[in-house]
């Protein structure tokens, strides 16, 4: 029983440093592979999807990126296949929106900051500049900037 469980760890850390590259030194423990963005997935109850980007160790350093497809808000300014919305989990706030449009990015100035969308006006996101100007809140200290889009969005469920 014993030697099974060695087999078994062996086997689990040989897929790991297989998965990671073969080089420990790029490992993500390391920090070399952030920031970084989950898969989109739907919420269902809501009729949105999300996905997290992920910006340091640990793990749950991360923001969570929301898409609102048209058919299920068509009134709002938020909903479109334009804009994707980043929402700090740690402050409870939305900090910004990416264009996917044009890859640019619009950062809330802290006062108008709000833990709901839909308290935040259209006219209140400043206009948008190179993502890579953007500093990820949380991460000041490392100063790591914004550098990728969110993954390509998934096909807007049919009504």
């Not at 420990?24 to 423990?29: E, F, I, Q």
């Not at 400043?126 to 889009?149: C, F, Q, S, Y």
């Amino acid at each position: 029983m014993y030697a099974k469980r060695i087999f078994m760890c062996l086997i689990a850390g040989g897929l790991f440093w297989a998965v990671s590259g073969g080089d420990p030194s790029t490992s993500l423990a390391q920090g070399s592979s952030y920031p970084y963005y989950s898969q989109w997935t739907y919420n269902t109850d809501h009729n949105y999807y999300y996905c997290n980007y992920t910006y340091a160790q640990p793990q749950d350093s991360y923001h969570r990126v929301y898409y609102y497809p048209t058919q299920y808000y068509p009134n709002t300014y938020y909903s479109g296949r334009r804009y994707a919305y980043y929402y700090n989990w740690s402050t409870r706030r939305h900090w910004g929106r990416m264009d996917l449009e044009t890859g640019k990015y619009s950062m809330l100035p802290e006062d108008k900051r709000k833990e709901k969308l839909t308290d935040i006006a259209e006219k209140d996101f400043p206009v948008a500049v190179a993502r890579d100007t953007i500093t990820i809140p949380g991460a000041e200290k490392e100063g790591l900037k914004m550098k990728d889009l969110p993954p390509a969005l998934p096909k807007d469920k049919a009504k």
